[in-house]
């Protein structure tokens, strides 16, 4: 990762945080229509945010065990 | 519109003249090939023309219905995306080879028998191979070999089908088969040939060990035809069988974890392809109404975006020789309008609203819940959020911005953005407009994709996890991007027949001489000389039981060599 992937939030990074708090905070005022056969877990208020922010937690952290399992050097079919 | 011309046939004039003329006149055949291939579409009847006696067989070119027409239609308006991108290219095979390719994918749709389609599946995989070799490198020979051996054996298993399934009384018309039956014979190996092409898991690894290693223009015909046709091939045939349902969604997971640790963004692509080759399959396995329709749309506004995304990575590739994310990024100052299209491709493929890919995948996950499979929904939801990590932000992201590469760049030759350009504008007026692609479809569409629920679910989800891609990298535990060779399962046979040969010649080879110098030339003279070393004043009884010893010995261990193996 680079140095500047890592520094103070830029600008963007705070539109992204109020459109994530304007969309959530949406949930309690629209009434959203249901699917029958989830309906008791996608009713839950918040449970897209969540169910989208711990999708890619889970996604980065088993993808680095998926790295851990098969990277290896550049080349390896080359020899 | 032209009545009474084969749709394949300009293809087949386009690429001789192509592989003749040069210049300005190349140019314009090869732009005119796409078009005059429409209008001879736009004039075919419904139902079968073009039927020919063939060595007893009665061939039907062309059958045109509903399914057909559409990925017709879809490989014309790639077929013309893609020539309008290579229009630069001098590589006289590479241009020949890409019509003729698009060409067949077109007669393989068209095809209104069991027949003609096999014989434009081959046609399928001969010209798409051509594509591979003419970058003419060793590396692209050898991924070209190996691609080639796959879309073979693909053939093969569809030509055993097929002599199995007529051996066993079926017909060979296409339009009398309906829904082929697993059980019936035969049947099993055409779904295989099926899924070689559509990249079934197991089956995948010649799509990621390929569509890196073409050319940056070959590349973008070659993710636009083979697998859609595999997909056209299962819907026709395969609707609403259920193992399909298993085999997309198992297409959907597994790929977005390659995703993120790929370091070669044109693989990243490859691996995104096959996840949502993924949808569209578990659509055809769904099996509904609304899942085939959602699955088909997909397919066609698939072909769109992630051509956009290919062609954008190719524009890339073509200015600064790379598409590795270690080597990228910081592009967007030097290639704005790059940036720009291939952002349109990522809002796409991860369906924003607006954008194409929200009103098709969402059809098929629809279909999922509202056929009871929950597990499903939840999964195909992963998956989604999987898509927005790798095409929406990873790939625009490690190429355009991130950290300053420094590289020398600049934006594309004017065809180039112009294909681009034609790409992402179909892209958002479909997202915009998607009663004209559901009037297209095979059943009549009554789905409405922009409702405030679905609007507003969808966007929390894109949101929240493009925040959780942010912390994530903040807080350095996303992984790096890093130079490596990532196994999949072609290790198996790229390192297998090495490794058996290391066996036959380390293990096997020494063990063998070792054994054959012990048992054959050490053995009996260390014998003989035990023998000799008797002393001549030993009771003379000795001499013979010695030998009668070690026979007794060697019987015993022959049993219990037997034993123990038995």
New interface residues.
């Given amino acids: ?6 520094s103070s ?1 830029s600008r963007i ?1 705070w539109w ?2 109020i ?2 708090v304007i ?2 905070a ?2 309690f005022i ?1 009434h ?2 249901l ?1 029958p ?2 309906e008791q877990v996608e009713g839950i208020p918040g449970f ?17 065990g ?2 851990a399992a ?8 080359d020899d | 519109m032209i009545e009474g011309l084969y749709p394949l046939l300009p293809f087949v004039v386009g690429a001789i003249l192509c592989s003749i003329l040069s210049g300005i006149p190349r140019k314009i055949i090869a732009l005119a090939t796409p078009v005059v291939g429409l209008l001879g579409l736009l004039g075919l009847p419904d139902g079968a023309s073009f039927t020919i006696s063939f060595f007893g067989f009665d061939l039907i070119l062309a059958q045109v219905d509903r399914l057909s027409f559409l990925f017709a239609l879809l490989f014309h308006i790639a077929a013309l995306i893609g020539v309008i991108y290579a229009l630069h290219v001098k590589n006289r095979l590479e241009i020949g080879s890409a019509l003729l390719y698009a060409g067949s994918a077109i007669g393989t749709v068209l095809a209104g028998d069991l027949v003609t389609l096999f014989v434009g599946w081959e046609l399928l995989a001969l010209t798409s191979a051509f594509i591979v070799w003419s970058r003419n490198d060793d590396h692209s020979l050898a991924t070209g070999s190996r691609y080639f051996i796959f879309q073979v054996l693909s053939g093969l298993s569809l030509l055993i089908g097929i002599l199995i399934h007529h051996q066993a009384g079926g017909s060979l018309t296409i339009a009398e088969l309906g829904v082929l039956d697993l059980s019936s014979p035969g049947v099993p190996w055409i779904l295989l040939a099926f899924g070689i092409k559509a990249g079934f898991p197991l089956l995948h690894t010649w799509i990621i060990d390929t569509y890196p290693a073409a050319s940056a223009t070959g590349t973008v015909f070659l993710s636009a035809f083979t697998t859609k046709t595999a997909v056209y091939a299962l819907a026709r045939f395969f609707p609403g069988t259920e193992e399909l349902i298993l085999i997309g969604a198992a297409m959907t997971i597994f790929p ?3 995703a ?2 790929e370091n070669d963004l044109r693989k990243v692509l490859s691996y995104s392809m096959i996840n949502q080759i993924g949808f569209m399959v578990v659509g055809i396995g769904i099996g509904t109404e609304l899942a085939i329709n959602g699955a088909i749309s997909h397919a066609f506004n698939d072909v769109l975006f992630k051509g956009l995304l290919f062609m954008s990575m190719g524009a890339v590739l073509h200015v600064t020789g790379t598409t590795r994310g270690t080597d990228l ?1 910081g592009l967007w100052k030097k290639m704005p309008i790059t940036t720009v299209l291939c952002l349109v491709g990522a809002a796409s493929i991860s369906a924003v609203p607006l954008f194409s890919g929200f009103v098709s995948k969402s059809m098929v996950m ?1 279909a999922a ?2 056929e ?3 597990w499903l ?2 999964l195909l ?2 998956a989604s ?2 898509v927005l ?1 790798h095409a929406g932000i990873k790939i625009p992201y490690f190429a355009f911005f ?2 300053d590469s420094k590289l020398e760049a600049k934006e594309p030759p004017v065809n180039m953005l112009l294909a681009m350009t034609i790409g992402a504008a179909l892209c958002i007026f479909i997202g915009c407009r998607p009663d004209l692609l559901y009037n297209l479809l095979p059943y009549t569409v009554d789905y409405l994709p922009y ?3 679905h609007v ?2 969808q ?12 912390v ?3 807080s ?5 991007e ?7 399962f072609d290790v198996f046979y ?2 297998g027949g090495r490794l058996l040969g290391w066996i036959v010649h380390n293990p096997i080879a020494r063990g063998a001489g070792a054994l054959s110098h012990t048992v054959l030339d050490k053995a009996p003279a260390k014998i003989l000389s035990l023998v000799q070393k008797i002393p001549a004043h030993t009771p003379v009884q000795w001499q013979m039981i010695l030998p009668g010893l070690l026979l007794l010995l060697a019987l015993l261990a022959f049993l219990c060599a037997n034993l123990f193996s038995g």
Wanted: aromatic share 12%.
């Fill in positions: 990762m680079s140095d500047e992937a890592h939030p990074h992204l945080v459109a994530c969309t959530a949406a949930d629209v959203r229509h699917e056969a989830v897209y945010p969540v169910y989208g922010f711990l999708a890619i937690v889970i996604l980065v952290l088993l993808s680095r998926l790295r098969v990277s290896r050097r550049d080349g390896y079919y | 977005i974890f390659y993120v640790i990024g629809a819940v509202q009871g499979h929950s929904w939840f939801l992963f959020a999987g990590e991130a950290h409702t405030t629920t507003l679910t966007l929390q989800l894109l949101l929240f996890a493009s925040l959780s891609v942010v994530l990298m903040k350095g535990i996303y992984p790096p890093l130079v490596r060779e990532n196994l999949d790229r390192k």
